[in-house]
């Protein structure tokens, strides 16, 4: 008999962006998929899709009507897998799926990144990492994206099954490199002159994120450089005031604020290197994309970042607010097209040998296959 598997997360998008083809895995095991979150974006490979109002903040009041919408989904459909995503999001799928554990519905949860890390603010270790813990004994399988956020798992939470998954899968089939003669071409169309050297950055403009970081080391470099330029992709709180910083540093010419773009595949191809610099990252897509399309990288240390970037082989990494560093190793790059090129092979072959679609379902379909017609998992009342 197929089963039937629930996907949960604060919103819909999330499922749209990453967990697509691991959706359509199940469908292809002839299992029945749902989706519950926050958002009324159609998805495919699902029967049925629930919009939760599942709030970002864990506190928020309005998380008690998502807690019982959901624990109602939950003991009417009988789930076999329950398949939670995002903090708040795997938080009150875990909570409603208490009653359902006990009738042999096993829940998987896929840590994203902890907000407590090494290096992390003491608030969010007094907030996250009490709620993570206690979500633990609640969750049949945690899946970490990153060797750091696994090890921290091993040590401070007991549980029999936690994985190491390479984070949700990169199509390299679409994100690819294109010719030389492709990306002068495409700079034009673009408004940009060949020669332009151009960096990327896509990523949500808040706190963690640190647009600032890149504002004020392009205006340390324009002077010796006028030909590099940022393009900066997203929406966010702090758009507003990073669009009048590049006013001040008296850059705005050489930033260019791309807004949303539901497809960054085009600009991504036409930039010359990407750039990252965030404070904290699980395991950045952004970065995953760009070195997939030939790019190479500099970005700020952190875990995620540590993850992807291997210093002289892909790319570079610099300490945080280190200006100097990170400009040295743009201005490397751009004065060494063979150096700029080798680094951009590599990255991409890292990608499609640990990070493509087809070895991230590799690892997850075994991990789906243990819990699948096994040891029970089926409803005592089927």
Known sequence: MAGKVLFCATVDYHFKAFHLPYMQWFKDQGWKVDVAAKGDIELPFVDSKYNIP??????????FAAYKQLKSIMDQEQYDLIHCHTPVGGMMARL?????RKHGTKVIYTAHGFHFCKGAPLLNWMIYYPIEKAMSQLTDCLITINHEDYELSQKRFKLQKIEHVRGVGVDTNYFKPITEQEKFQRKQ????????FLLFYAAEFNRNKNQRFLLHSLAL???KRPDIKLLLAGEGPLLK?????AEELGISGRVRFLGFEKDIRDWIQLCDVAVASSDREGLPVNVMESMACGLPVVAVNNRGHRELVQ????????EPDDHVDFNRKVIMFFDNEEIRQQFG???RQII?????IPQVLTQKSAIYESFMEKEGVKWMAR
């Open 352 to 356: 499609i040998s640990t990070y493509s």
């Open 345 to 347: 092979e590599k990255g």
């Open 241 to 245: 005031k990073c669009k009048e910083l």
């Open 311 to 318: 210093n002289n082989v892909n790319g570079w990494l610099v």
């Open 189 to 196: 169309s673009f408004g940009y002159k060949p020669n332009d």
């Open 96 to 100: 409603a799926a208490r009653a359902s």
């Open 221 to 223: 470099m324009s002077e």
């Open 54 to 63: 599942i709030q970002r903040s864990p506190f928020s009041k309005g998380n």
